[in-house]
């Protein structure tokens, strides 16, 4: 239980306000340097849900702790506190040795929309993970309102017009890998750093070779086929996507997740609303998510009841695929939310 007490403590905090919070928040910033790293995780997500500008200069040193996962807390605090002294220190978790830190860094900018954040986010568009290039490309769409994907040199070239040649963002290693392949030979195909090889095929043949995938007796390549189908976008993926979300891999099932929100098809809705409550936490975020995405007025109670969830990226997704569906924002106060979706069925 003690790892669980910071927590604890935000929801007193939160129920009681005023002088409860002030009382407590000198003690969350003390756990952040007990020696169990579960016990500052929990207060890195206590400071975040309280909000409190004192912990500012605390959760940015805790982004150098030797934990990822408390890193990746600290991250997510920060961007909640609303603080601009955050910013610098959330872009420079963009290079953290973690992709889970990194990923959470560039969702969280995408979440603050400070235009600091443009160049390095496209840098990070180069990364190596795929999750990390996803939440950059999203990141920089909620920022600008332009729509480049993941295509690092589109988003280059237009960031060199915004701010001329010189101030231009320096070639990923990535990037830079594939110019030296495109030169090396026009004659042979070469393969893209995806595990799947089918660049130059036709769009029919290569869903047809993913769905094959689905069913591969490798977990990887199945996870990294759910993804490929999530990127392609092509409908007739949706229902062995579907059955993916019952795959015995945690790995498979949350890319499935995340896979059917990205093609947006409403046959999705109540797989997805039944993966909520899933016993893996990266399955319910991605299936709140995907939620929010395909915009389906079913989920609305599902994801009302997804703010109760232990997770706090679960609570923020369900928070967040709400104020898409409904267009109304209680953030992730559940007693408000039941209280107005009562409102609306009466």
Known sequence: MRAYGGFAIAL??????????????T????QLKDRDW???KSAAEALGEIKDKRAVKPLVEALKDENWRVRESA??????????????SVIGALKDDNEVVRSAAAWALGEIGDKRAVKPLIKALGDEDWLVRRSAAKALIRITD????????????????????RQKPPASKRSQES?????????????????????????????STLLARLKNKNWRVRKAAAVALG??????????????????????????????????????VEPLIEALQDKSKNVRWCAAQALGEIGDERAVEP????????????????????????????GSHYKKWRKWWCRQKC
């Open 75 to 88: 991250v997510l605090a920060l961007k909640d506190t609303g603080d601009e002294r955050a910013i610098e």
């Open 146 to 165: 332009k729509d480049f994907g993941t295509d690092y040199e589109r988003w280059r070239r237009w960031w060199c017009r915004q701010v001329g040649e």
């Open 179 to 207: 110019t030296a392949q495109r030169k090396a030979s026009t004659k042979k195909q070469r393969r893209a750093p995806s595990p799947i090889p089918v660049e130059k095929t036709k769009k029919q043949d290569r869903v």
């Open 38 to 40: 579960r016990v500052r």
């Open 303 to 330: 994801l009302i009841e997804a703010l109760k969830d232990d997770w706090p990226y679960v609570r923020r997704s369900a928070a967040k695929a709400l104020n898409k569906i409904t267009g109304q924002d209680f």
């Open 231 to 268: 990127e392609i976008g092509d409908e007739r993926a949706v229902e062995p996507l579907i059955r993916a979300l019952q795959d015995k891999n945690k790995n498979v099932r949350w890319r499935a997740a995340w896979a059917l929100g990205e093609i947006g098809d409403k046959r999705a």
């Open 27 to 30: 003690e969350l910033i003390e």
């Open 12 to 25: 007193s905090c939160l129920r009681q306000g005023g002088e409860e919070v002030e009382d407590r928040v």
